[in-house]
């Protein structure tokens, strides 16, 4: 099994702070965001190393981050070639980037570098391999109705099977929220060609899941614990102190 990380994107809603560093980079609790998210995928046994694809723009950044960073898995740095907000390929086009540059036939977790949690990934990895091989999603309850209008929105069957799939619905019909974690069977990575052969956007996985859903089964898995997603300033003012505190008790 393979890893993805996709820390390609521009975070405008951040700015400044966003500006002249990645999202993925910036401190919360006393390290980037990143590292959290790497902590977990390096607690899983099936994972043989990880990707990280990143944006022209910052690449210099991470690959001196990189330098200094102590990884249990082998660590590989991709460069999309993207400058700016204009020319991004979108998470969906930095995933078939990624699969046609590292030649990836296995099993693969992609995990969004904007991700801040404190749950175990492998619970929901071992369930997905089960579920192959279909697709699965780690969902999160956000609880609110009105917050949910801002995520990927998710409907399940009694099978946790996805029937529903909206992108920050007007009118969400739960608060099921797709929180950035998937796992692709090898079996559905040629869907992602298939799907962006069609013109669809190559932006929010919530739009390749909504098509994958249609055409096969999905599955969701609903999680406990704690997460963020730091989209805005607000957000991630709320996570770094969130986490300043854990640091300090």
């Known amino acids: 099994m393979k890893s993805l990380i996709l820390a390609a994107g521009y975070a405008t809603r951040l700015y400044p702070l966003t500006q002249s560093k990645p999202k993925p980079l910036l401190d919360i609790g006393g390290k980037p965001v990143l590292e959290y998210i790497l902590g977990h995928i390096e607690k899983i046994d099936g994972v043989d190393d990880a990707t990280l694809v990143v944006n022209h723009k910052f690449y210099s950044q991470f690959e001196?981050?990189?330098?200094?960073?102590?990884?249990?898995?082998?660590?590989?740095?991709?460069?999309?070639?993207?400058?700016?907000e204009g020319n991004r390929?979108?998470?969906?086009?930095?995933?078939?980037?990624t699969i046609r540059e590292r030649k990836v036939r296995s099993d693969l977790l992609v995990v969004a570098g904007d991700n801040l949690f404190d749950i175990d990934l492998r619970?929901?990895?071992?369930?997905?391999?089960?579920?192959?091989?279909?697709?699965?999603?780690?969902?999160?309850?956000?609880k609110d109705f009105s917050l949910a209008r801002q995520y990927g929105i998710v409907g399940l069957d009694g099978e946790s099977?996805?029937?529903?799939?909206?992108?920050?619905?007007?009118?969400p019909q739960s608060t099921l929220s797709a929180m950035g974690v998937y796992y692709f069977p090898k079996e559905v990575l040629g869907q992602i060609d298939?799907?962006?052969q069609g013109g669809s956007p190559q932006d929010a996985p919530?739009?390749?899941?909504?098509?994958?859903?249609?055409?096969e089964t999905v599955y969701g898995y609903p999680s406990t614990g704690t997460w963020y997603d730091i989209g805005d300033l607000a957000s991630y003012q709320k996570a770094a102190g969130a986490f300043k505190k854990e640091v300090n008790t």
């Open 161 to 171: 099977r996805i029937v529903s799939f909206e992108e920050k619905p007007e009118h």
């Open 89 to 97: 390929l979108g998470a969906i086009g930095d995933m078939r980037f």
């Open 206 to 215: 919530g739009f390749f899941l909504r098509w994958l859903s249609q055409k």
């Open 64 to 84: 001196k981050w990189k330098k200094s960073y102590r990884s249990s898995k082998p660590l590989v740095l991709l460069d999309d070639g993207s400058t700016h």
């Open 194 to 196: 298939t799907y962006l």
């Open 123 to 142: 619970p929901f990895v071992q369930s997905a391999q089960k579920k192959s091989p279909f697709s699965s999603v780690m969902l999160y309850d956000v």
